[in-house]
């Protein structure tokens, strides 16, 4: 069958077992076979399902074929979405790569945390959208908060979680034959027990050089590891993961990143003000102190720059009594119940503080202290988008990032990006484009999660004056930072818009 001939209005699919496309080997370079294949998939809406393989056929120009032939495992639409153009030497070629399976995807359960400032809900939330857009079946699973200590999340059983993007999908009645557990591995075998006769994926990801000492045990479980970068991939490795890994990197949202009208945060800022900014938690990891410390030893009041710092209501600190259990801190809740100082106390031993109080606290060391704007609220995503907009310059002295969401929005929308040169977010930020803090590997230490901390385990120490140096380097040399913020656009929309890594994560879990 001609390829041109079955895309025409009147073809009755019903009764339609095979397709064969193929043209001519050598194809014009008006001619666009991609978008050709997409108007298939538009045009043909075939029950059950497909699968395919690849047969050359001779002729006087050796055109390529393509066999696809029904089945029940896989819907036309998942096919005909997913073909790479390809170049060989004796001309143009599209050749499909997106489902070289032995495995076909019936449908997909996909389990993620759920909370609009947490990076797993996040980066899941991108990735079931791909699918929705690939045509794949799926339903969501988010875990909610659990009513006992022992279960603090549990699977959410309603229909609508409070997503509108996702809640038609939410807990979506299909069939499924693949799960996705995008959360820490610790979640994992309560979901084993209910799928496990189902092929289970779990996506992860760790920020020092050394996994938790009860993490490989709990990888090991599931058929295949996804992470993030290539760093995780790894540590997990080394930290005695067996199971396949693969790279599947966060995806570029993409969002319109103009200031939005019915957005007005409380700035007081200059249309000639530098603007600094940081949109990261107040946890052991962050170190947003340090990022403070290192602008407010960089500038003083007079400067024209300003840095804003979007972070969470509570701040982290090294708990000064890390070796007490935290059944201390409710005993004396008990005795002290009803009083303020209760809470002040076991606040005290769990080393969370008001991050007013610590940004206070901090300022008082310097003469003279150049703004910072603290926020802590939650921002809508408009007025997130308005903070990125604004801003000149992102900042993080970080101990080490998985990922990191907030720097890879930032190269997203083309603005300069200084970081701590250690962790996932090199695989978005090359060396000749970022501005790359130099550090020392310390042990890590985050008392708010003692149980997956150990002496031997590191993460990054930024060398304070190197990043005060980049600071004023970036300040004064505005010209430069923006085209390094540029080429960093350039190069996360060339590798990491949704096409490309869905194309890959689809792949992945149709191999497998």
Not at 36 to 45: E, P, S
Not at 81 to 93: E, L, Y
Not at 426 to 446: G, T
């Amino acid at each position: 069958m001609l390829f041109g001939s079955i895309i025409g209005p009147s073809l009755d699919t019903s009764r339609l077992k095979c397709i064969i496309l193929f043209w001519p080997h050598r194809l014009p370079d008006t001619c666009d076979a991609v978008d050709t294949i997409h108007a298939i998939h538009d045009r043909i809406c075939m029950g059950g399902a497909i699968c395919f393989e690849e047969r050359r056929i001779r002729g006087p120009r050796s055109p390529t074929s393509i066999f696809l032939r029904a089945n029940t495992e896989t819907k036309i639409s998942d096919i005909l979405r997913n073909w790479d153009a390809v170049t060989s030497n004796t001309g143009r070629i599209y050749n499909y790569t997106g489902f070289h399976m032995h495995k076909l995807i019936k449908g997909i359960r996909y389990v993620s945390l759920y909370g609009q400032t947490i990076g797993y809900y996040i980066a899941a939330k991108r990735y079931m959208m791909g699918l929705k857009r690939s045509g794949i079946p799926f339903t969501w699973t988010p875990m909610a908060r659990g009513n006992t200590r022992d279960r603090p999340l549990e699977p959410f059983t309603g229909s609508r979680m409070g997503d509108a993007d996702l809640d038609p999908f939410c807990n979506k009645q299909i069939q499924y034959d693949t799960v996705i557990l995008h959360t820490p591995p610790d979640l994992y075998p309560s979901w084993i027990e209910v799928e496990g006769n189902k092929r289970i994926f779990g996506y992860t990801v760790w920020e020092t050089d050394k996994l938790p000492g009860h993490w490989p045990k709990l990888l090991n479980q599931v058929d295949h590891i996804l992470v993030p970068c290539e760093w995780n991939k790894r540590v997990f490795e080394e930290c005695g993961v067996t199971k396949p890994i693969d790279v599947i990197p966060h995806i570029a949202c993409n969002a319109d990143t103009s200031p939005s009208c019915d957005c007005k945060l409380p700035w007081n800022i200059a249309p000639s003000d530098f603007v600094f900014y940081t949109i990261e938690t107040w946890t052991a990891r962050k170190a947003v102190w340090d990022t403070i410390q290192c602008y407010l030893a960089t500038f003083e009041e007079d400067d024209p720059v300003v840095l804003i710092v979007k972070t969470t209501g509570k701040a982290y600190r090294d708990s000064p009594f890390v070796f007490i259990p935290h059944r201390i801190a409710k005993i004396l809740s008990r005795i002290l119940k009803g009083s303020k100082k209760a809470i002040e106390i076991k606040n005290h031993i769990r080393g969370n503080d008001n991050p007013e109080d610590l940004l206070g606290s901090i300022k008082k060391k310097y003469n003279s202290p150049a703004r910072i704007v603290l926020i802590t609220d939650t921002l809508s995503e408009n007025c997130i988008q308005e903070l990125h907009s604004r801003g000149d310059c992102y900042v993080s002295l970080c101990r080490s990032e998985g990922w990191g969401l907030g720097a890879f929005k930032a190269a997203e929308i083309g603005k300069p990006v200084i970081i701590t040169g250690f962790g996932g977010q090199l695989d978005f930020l090359p060396n000749e484009s970022a501005y790359l803090i130099d550090y020392d590997l310390v042990s890590a230490r985050d008392d708010s999660a003692r149980q997956n901390f150990t002496q031997d385990q590191k993460w990054a120490k930024p060398r304070l004056d190197h990043a005060s140096m980049l600071m004023r380097h970036v300040f004064e040399n505005r010209i430069e930072a923006k085209a390094r913020g540029e080429e960093l656009k350039i190069y996360v929309a060339k590798h990491f818009q949704e096409d490309k890594v869905m194309q890959k994560f689809i792949r992945v879990l149709a191999r497998s």
